[in-house]
C-alpha cells in the first residue's frame, strides 16, 4: 500500500507562485508514474501534470504549460511542482496520485491518491 502526502498549497495573489510536493510512503514509488489532478467546485477532477518514473518524461494540461513544472527525487520517494504565474482559474484542490503504468495516468486513472491540498489564487 502507498500512502501519498501533498504539501505546500495555501493563497496567494494572481501573478504569485507556491511549489506543492507529495511525498510517498509505505512502499518505494521510484517505479511508478506520478501526477498532480486538481479539482475545482463544480467541477471534475483533471489531469494537471505528470512525470514518468524516471523523470525524463513530463506532460501538462494545456492551460498550465509554461507555468508549472514537475520533478521528482526518487532518492526522497517525492515528487515536487513548482508553479508560477498562478491564475484565479488555478484554485482548486490539487490531488497526488500515482500509477503503474504510464499512459493510465494520462488517460486519468490512479493506482493512489492523497488527501488533496488546497490552492486558492486571488485577483
Known amino acids: 500500500q502507498v500512502q501519498l502526502v501533498e504539501s505546500g498549497g495555501g493563497s496567494v495573489q494572481a501573478g504569485g507562485s507556491l511549489r506543492l510536493s507529495c511525498t510517498a510512503s509505505?512502499?518505494?514509488?521510484?517505479?511508478?508514474?506520478m501526477g498532480w489532478f486538481r479539482q475545482a467546485p463544480g467541477k471534475e477532477r483533471q489531469l494537471v501534470a505528470a512525470i514518468n518514473w524516471s523523470g525524463q518524461t513530463t506532460w501538462f494540461e494545456d492551460s498550465v504549460k509554461g507555468r508549472f513544472t514537475m520533478s521528482r527525487d526518487n532518492s526522497k520517494n517525492t515528487v515536487y511542482m513548482p508553479m508560477n504565474s498562478l491564475k484565479p482559474e488555478d484554485t482548486a484542490v490539487y490531488y497526488c496520485?500515482?500509477?503503474?503504468?504510464?499512459?493510465?495516468?494520462?488517460?486519468?486513472?490512479?493506482?493512489?491518491w492523497g488527501q488533496g491540498t488546497q490552492v486558492t489564487v486571488s485577483s
Open positions: 496520485a500515482a500509477h503503474g503504468d504510464w499512459p493510465s495516468l494520462i488517460a486519468g486513472a490512479s493506482e493512489y
Open positions: 509505505g512502499r518505494t514509488v521510484n517505479r511508478y508514474a
